[in-house]
T-cell receptor, first 114, second 111 residues
Framework: GAVVSQHPSWVICKSGTSVKIECRSLDFQATTMFWYRQFPKQSLMLMATSNEGSKATYEQGVEKDKFLINHASLTLSTLTVTSAHPEDSSFYIC??????????FGSGTRLTVV | GESVGLHLPTLSVQEGDNSIINCAYSNSASDYFIWYKQESGKGPQFIIDIRSNMDKRQGQRVTVLLNKTVKHLSLQIAATQPGDSAVYFCAENPGGEKLTFGTGTRLTIIP
């Protein structure tokens, strides 16, 4: 079946630094990838939708200059949290879509900003 | 029984009993629905899906029911096992490629 690998699974960074999270589709080409954010005991909130080779589409209220998304190939999308602050601490999850396979989620990245 | 926590409703079920998890979706234009299971610290795992031209679909130990009239979706898990303990989310696709997730329900299995 379809597999999406997300790395790292957890990261701790200092306030003011940037963190990059990778999302790879291992056995299929993902025309579209999605990035979600999840706070404890809450649901997944879509941050942005990215299509290979084009700019990401951000949801209302999500700062595109803070959450940089790059989708350079059909198997890789990255999310960079720039100038991270403690309020950016959260669980970030990516999802990749192939039209035939539906939506496959990565295992998530726990970001803690100290 | 069922209770509403600070953010996440919870459902406690005796092991071996059937579980029913409910979801009210928001968009009448949604034509595709998915149930996901999320264990602590992990990403959502696909359980079962259903399209709007159906009102019931069955999988292994799971059944999804769709009532478009009242915009309601339910997930039934038969003979609940300890490994079923998790948070369950419904997601809807109102067209395009986005999925919108519901609030989620935490299912706890009582041994």
């Amino acid at each position: 079946g379809a597999v999406v690998s997300q790395h790292p699974s957890w990261v701790i960074c200092k306030s003011g630094t940037s963190v990059k999270i990778e999302c790879r589709s291992l056995d299929f080409q993902a025309t579209t990838m999605f990035w979600y954010r999840q706070f404890p005991k809450q649901s997944l909130m879509l941050m942005a939708t990215s299509n290979e080779g084009s700019k990401a589409t951000y949801e209302q209220g999500v700062e595109k200059d803070k959450f940089l998304i790059n989708h350079a190939s059909l198997t890789l999308s990255t999310l960079t949290v720039t100038s991270a602050h403690p309020e950016d601490s959260s669980f970030y999850i990516c999802s990749a879509r192939d039209g035939d396979l539906g939506y496959t989620f990565g295992s998530g990245t726990r970001l803690t900003v100290v | 029984g069922e209770s509403v926590g600070l953010h996440l409703p919870t459902l406690s079920v005796q092991e071996g009993d059937n579980s029913i998890i409910n979801c009210a979706y928001s968009n009448s234009a949604s034509d595709y629905f998915i149930w996901y299971k999320q264990e602590s610290g992990k990403g959502p795992q696909f359980i079962i899906d259903i399209r709007s031209n159906m009102d019931k679909r069955q999988g292994q130990r799971v059944t999804v029911l769709l009532n478009k009239t009242v915009k309601h979706l339910s997930l039934q898990i038969a003979a609940t096992q300890p490994g079923d303990s998790a948070v369950y989310f419904c997601a809807e696709n109102p067209g395009g490629e986005k999925l919108t997730f519901g609030t989620g329900t935490r299912l706890t299995i009582i041994p």
